[in-house]
């Protein structure tokens, strides 16, 4: 009885390590692949707030963007 009651809790305890590190993979390999913001989107998006963008101001917000990553 007690076995049956550890048994479950450890798989429990199990799945959920495996399946958080195998998201967690999945994850950065699909923002490696696909990443969410280049720099085409950020001049369309200043262009879009009324600035024209100059090839340093486009360097400057990438460089703050993959500093977060």
Known sequence: MIWDILYVVFGLI?????GFFLARHLMTKELKKNPPINEEMIKTLMKGMGRTPNQKQVNQLMKQMNKFN
């Open 14 to 18: 199990g799945g959920l390590v495996i």
